[in-house]
């Protein structure tokens, strides 16, 4: 993706974060750069949920006092931007928990298929039926297939990583069969910043009449995303990985597909017609919203999808392959520093996870901590992953709008010196 | 500086020279434990004598702090009775979970109270716990198959 917009103005932008401006660790510069992991919330977000809390603050859909009704408004508002911004309908989008919520409400209401209607029957999952991942997921899409095959008797197949980091789709025809059910998989991998061909695996699933669950995560943040011109069936993202609040995430689903899916989460709110012999249930999406939902955080992420669309998602995925870009170069010229997945910014996002030779990632991320920056250390919630690339951990540095080149050199000298002192450089 | 009050020369020592490292025989029980925030892990063997540790064995993957650790816990236990290796595990478990306002004792745990920083950093606490696990469970698995 390339922009001919002029590029972002980082330090207006900045001025907006208040956390960039504090200190760490006996007074250093924060480097946040463990976005990926969670982002950094604007003042705007946060006044707007402070704002509604003030003025608005009441349960949505129930009550028919003003307050109520205006509480439901500033909900079903956010439904609205948001849609819009990731290209679906109104009725398409449901408020989760999180975005591992979404995943598991997709794969619980197959298994609940079974036992429903015979407008469910589509997503009924039989023993022997064959349900698809890959090995690039992050856990949140990869347990919930695993369970779901588990208790169906359903087989777990997966596409396998190359060296460098993308799909290894040579073999897509025999992995995915006539017997797929679903094809769960991630449209850019939270480790590697590998942004998978997503119109080719549609493509194929489609073809076997299989369903499509994409992890939308690390790519709605990040850049523009239509899910009607994906053509995916499901997807699942989450608030805090776009300067949105935490504890809610957000499903996508395909509006004649959410109408037969049975529900997940049962109780109120989400029933038509509650008898003691049994219970009918509601359209989609409240279908899917059983009980009180969160609503300060549906607001303040309706603010931070306003946010994004000003500052323009194709100006920031421009700005994150800038600082790609550097952070490759500058890492990758290390001698002992072995760049993990793709060596190149071709196709991905703003992930770069790397290791250093004698220095375990715990202990590198110590380093760079006390000189104040922030990277995530570990396996990332994907184990699976590491293993095929030969890592036991990693150190991972992801990057956001708020970010500078100047931080992307803080990086570099921080590895400098995480080598000097471990007595390997 | 923080990171030479966790770092102490004497961890980065046992994390370039480890004591005891390896797996061997003959041994009672083995505990394999993970780190599931960063996948780190350790096998470790012991082999226990009329109620004495006569060897710990161990292998694994993992930072500085776990393995420094595993090699510090060798030092302490092997000869000693289980009562006095495990009073040495409490007093250590003591440490590593005081947020740094615990005073170690060196008679009994030596060179262990060089993670008396390390204590500081909740994050770091379980690294260097994971081998002082695996040894309790491991003993712990002797004495049930004795």
Request: with cysteine; charged share 20%.
């Given at each position: 993706?390339?922009?001919?917009a002029?590029?972002l103005?980082?330090?207006?932008?900045?001025?907006?974060?208040?956390?960039?401006?504090?200190?760490?660790?006996?007074?250093?510069?924060l480097?946040?750069?463990?976005?990926?992991?969670?982002?950094?919330?604007p003042?705007q977000?946060?006044?707007?949920?402070?704002?509604?809390?003030?003025?608005?603050?009441?349960?949505v859909?129930?009550?028919?006092?003003?307050?109520?009704?205006e509480?439901?408004?500033a909900?079903?508002?956010?439904?609205q931007r948001?849609a819009?911004f990731?290209?679906a309908?109104?009725?398409?989008?449901v408020?989760t928990k999180?975005?591992?919520?979404?995943?598991?409400l997709?794969?619980?209401?197959?298994g609940n298929a079974?036992?429903?209607?015979?407008?469910?029957?589509?997503?009924?999952?039989?023993?022997?039926?064959?349900i698809?991942?890959?090995e690039?997921?992050h856990?949140a899409?990869?347990?919930p297939?695993?369970?779901?095959?588990h208790r169906?008797?359903?087989?777990?197949?997966?596409?396998k990583?190359?060296?460098?980091?993308?799909?290894?789709?040579s073999?897509?025809?025999?992995?995915?069969?006539?017997?797929?059910?679903?094809?769960?998989?991630?449209?850019?991998?939270?480790?590697?910043?590998?942004i998978n061909?997503?119109?080719?695996?549609?493509?194929?699933?489609?073809?076997?009449?299989?369903?499509?669950?994409?992890?939308?995560?690390?790519s709605?943040?990040?850049?523009?995303v239509?899910?009607?011109?994906?053509g995916?069936?499901?997807?699942s993202?989450?608030?805090?990985?776009?300067?949105?609040?935490s504890?809610?995430?957000v499903?996508?689903?395909?509006?004649?597909?959410?109408?037969?899916?049975?529900?997940?989460?049962?109780?109120g709110?989400m029933?038509?017609?509650?008898?003691?012999?049994?219970?009918?249930?509601?359209?989609?999406?409240?279908?899917?919203?059983?009980g009180?939902?969160?609503?300060?955080?549906?607001?303040?992420?309706?603010?931070?999808v306003?946010?994004?669309?000003?500052?323009?998602m194709?100006?920031?995925?421009?700005?994150?392959?800038?600082?790609?870009?550097?952070?490759?170069?500058?890492l990758?010229?290390?001698p002992?520093?072995?760049?993990?997945g793709?060596?190149?910014?071709?196709d991905?996002?703003?992930?770069?996870p790397f290791?250093?030779?004698?220095?375990?990632?715990?202990?590198a991320g110590?380093?760079?901590?006390?000189?104040?920056?922030?990277?995530?250390?570990?396996?990332?919630?994907?184990?699976?992953?590491?293993?095929?690339?030969?890592?036991?951990?990693?150190?991972?540095a992801?990057?956001?709008?708020?970010?500078?080149?100047?931080?992307?050199?803080?990086l570099?000298?921080?590895?400098?010196?995480?080598?000097?002192f471990?007595?390997?450089? | 500086?923080?990171?030479?009050?966790?770092?102490?020369?004497?961890?980065?020592?046992?994390?370039?020279?480890?004591h005891?490292?390896g797996?061997r025989?003959?041994y009672?029980?083995?505990s394999?434990?993970?780190?599931?925030?960063?996948?780190?892990?350790?096998?470790?063997?012991?082999?226990?004598?009329?109620?004495?540790?006569?060897?710990v064995?161990?292998d694994g993957?993992?930072?500085?702090?776990s393995?420094?650790?595993?090699?510090?816990?060798?030092?302490?236990?092997v000869?000693k009775?289980?009562g006095?290796?495990?009073k040495?595990?409490d007093?250590f478990?003591?440490?590593m979970q005081?947020?740094?306002?615990v005073?170690?004792?060196?008679?009994?745990?030596?060179d262990?109270?060089?993670?008396a920083?390390?204590?500081k950093?909740?994050?770091?606490?379980k690294?260097?716990?994971?081998?002082?696990?695996?040894f309790?469970?491991?003993?712990?698995?002797s004495?049930?198959?004795a």
């Amino acid at each position: 993706m390339t922009t001919t917009a002029a590029p972002l103005d980082v330090t207006a932008l900045r001025a907006d974060f208040p956390i960039l401006s504090r200190t760490v660790r006996d007074g250093k510069r924060l480097v946040y750069l463990d976005s990926g992991a969670t982002s950094q919330r604007p003042t705007q977000v946060l006044d707007a949920e402070k704002a509604f809390l003030q003025t608005a603050n009441a349960a949505v859909h129930r009550g028919a006092h003003q307050l109520a009704e205006e509480a439901t408004d500033a909900y079903e508002g956010a439904r609205q931007r948001i849609a819009d911004f990731v290209g679906a309908d109104f009725g398409e989008l449901v408020f989760t928990k999180n975005a591992t919520e979404g995943f598991n409400l997709v794969a619980y209401a197959m298994g609940n298929a079974a036992t429903s209607g015979p407008e469910a029957a589509r997503f009924v999952v039989n023993p022997g039926d064959e349900i698809v991942v890959t090995e690039m997921e992050h856990h949140a899409n990869l347990v919930p297939w695993q369970q779901l095959a588990h208790r169906t008797g359903a087989v777990l197949k997966w596409f396998k990583v190359t060296p460098d980091g993308r799909l290894d789709l040579s073999d897509i025809d025999s992995v995915i069969t006539p017997r797929t059910r679903v094809v769960a998989f991630t449209h850019q991998s939270n480790v590697l910043g590998t942004i998978n061909p997503v119109d080719v695996l549609v493509a194929a699933a489609q073809r076997v009449g299989a369903l499509t669950v994409l992890d939308a995560c690390q790519s709605v943040p990040h850049g523009p995303v239509d899910f009607h011109a994906l053509g995916v069936d499901f997807a699942s993202f989450s608030g805090h990985k776009m300067l949105g609040p935490s504890g809610i995430g957000v499903l996508y689903g395909r509006r004649e597909l959410l109408e037969a899916l049975p529900p997940f989460i049962t109780g109120g709110s989400m029933i038509e017609l509650v008898r003691m012999e049994g219970s009918t249930f509601a359209p989609p999406p409240q279908r899917f919203e059983a009980g009180s939902p969160m609503t300060s955080q549906a607001v303040g992420l309706g603010a931070a999808v306003d946010y994004l669309s000003v500052v323009g998602m194709e100006r920031i995925h421009a700005h994150e392959h800038a600082l790609t870009v550097a952070a490759l170069e500058g890492l990758g010229a290390i001698p002992g520093v072995r760049l993990i997945g793709p060596q190149d910014a071709v196709d991905r996002g703003g992930a770069v996870p790397f290791e250093i030779e004698g220095i375990h990632p715990h202990d590198a991320g110590q380093v760079l901590d006390s000189l104040g920056i922030a990277v995530r250390v570990g396996h990332h919630c994907a184990w699976p992953l590491h293993r095929c690339l030969n890592a036991q951990a990693s150190v991972r540095a992801t990057f956001y709008l708020y970010n500078t080149l100047d931080e992307v050199d803080a990086l570099v000298d921080g590895v400098r010196e995480a080598q000097k002192f471990f007595g390997v450089a | 500086m923080q990171l030479q009050q966790m770092y102490q020369e004497i961890i980065l020592d046992h994390y370039k020279n480890p004591h005891g490292r390896g797996l061997r025989s003959p041994y009672d029980a083995e505990s394999f434990q993970v780190n599931p925030t960063c996948g780190d892990e350790v096998t470790l063997r012991v082999h226990v004598v009329d109620d004495v540790v006569q060897d710990v064995s161990y292998d694994g993957q993992g930072c500085s702090i776990s393995q420094a650790s595993t090699s510090v816990l060798t030092d302490l236990v092997v000869g000693k009775p289980v009562g006095e290796a495990f009073k040495k595990l409490d007093a250590f478990v003591e440490l590593m979970q005081g947020r740094g306002q615990v005073e170690p004792d060196e008679d009994v745990l030596e060179d262990g109270i060089a993670f008396a920083g390390v204590a500081k950093y909740p994050a770091r606490v379980k690294c260097a716990l994971l081998g002082w696990m695996a040894f309790k469970d491991a003993v712990v698995r002797s004495q049930g198959a004795a």
